[in-house]
């Protein structure tokens, strides 16, 4: 089984060459399963249900997301409506895992590829982040749950040593742990030993002619005078930062990692 997963997909340039590029890549790596990461799918700041739903119409089977998933308001109720459809899209939007129970949405997905159960766990780090449950012993908790074999966890944290720890601590349990977040993708994509694709970040899949995303002037501004101000999305440079992970789909271990980045 091929998964490719999207990394941090940043306002309408990042939905655009997304749309542009995906049926290209997944026909030349035989991509049987699309992940992507969409916290920042609406210029920058969360993702709306008709956002979601666009990219769902692109073959993508879930969307995770991060600490800008509540920016935009509409993402509350989508989740409410949930309800009894265990499938539907607004199901298929994941927040980390390890937020307050009580939060609207969830964050673990199981569900079918052709005759292969897969699930996709959502985290977030809660180093430089807001405090949250640990994600080390949430992830513990879903694992015995899960019953399929083939398992993608989003560890979406800003620290390397935490996403490089949670790596290891779940070699050889889980398919693949990428990490997002930074939008500045890592060239240390590597099966560990037990058979985890592991990678830091994939990095964005936006405009990199700004930081990470936003216009750089903008935030530029911000370091020199500490003034409050809106942010914009970057246009220039687009790229789309992804990795293929192939794995076998009965044992769930990851056979190869392979870093893209398409502009
Ligand atoms: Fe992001
Ligand atoms: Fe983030």
Redesign the pocket.
């Given at each position: 089984m091929r998964i490719l997963f999207i990394g941090?997909i940043f306002g309408r340039p990042g939905r655009t060459i997304v749309k542009d590029r995906l049926p290209e890549i997944m026909r030349g790596h035989g991509i049987n399963l699309i992940i992507a990461?969409g916290?920042?799918a609406a210029a920058g700041f969360g993702i709306t249900p008709a956002l979601a739903e666009e990219l769902f119409e692109l073959n993508i089977d879930v969307i995770t997301t991060?600490n800008?998933i509540w920016d935009k308001r509409e993402i509350v109720d989508y989740f409410k409506l949930i309800g009894g459809n265990g499938h539907g899209p607004a199901r298929r939007v994941l927040r980390p895992a390890n937020y307050p129970s009580d939060m609207p949405g969830s964050g673990v997905y199981e569900g079918m590829k052709g005759k292969t159960p897969y699930a996709v766990i959502n985290l977030q780090g809660r180093v430089f982040m807001a405090s949250n449950d640990d994600p080390f012993r949430v992830a513990d908790q879903l694992l015995q749950k899960i019953k399929a074999k083939v398992i993608l966890v989003d560890m979406h944290a800003e620290a390397t040593s935490e996403k490089v720890s949670l790596g290891w601590y779940l070699d050889g349990r889980v398919t693949a742990v990428v990490g997002?977040?930074t939008?500045v993708p890592t060239a240390d994509e590597r099966v560990l030993p037990n058979g985890t694709a592991y990678i830091t970040d994939v990095g964005?899949s936006g405009p990199y002619d700004g930081v990470i995303g936003v216009k750089k002037e903008l935030v530029v501004g911000r370091f020199l005078n500490n003034m409050p101000v809106r942010f914009e999305p970057a246009t220039g440079d687009v790229r789309l930062c992804a990795v293929v992970i192939d794995c076998d789909e009965d044992t769930g271990k990851a056979r190869k990692i392979e870093r893209l980045m398409i502009s």
């Open positions: 941090d990461n916290e920042n991060g800008h997002t977040h939008h964005m």
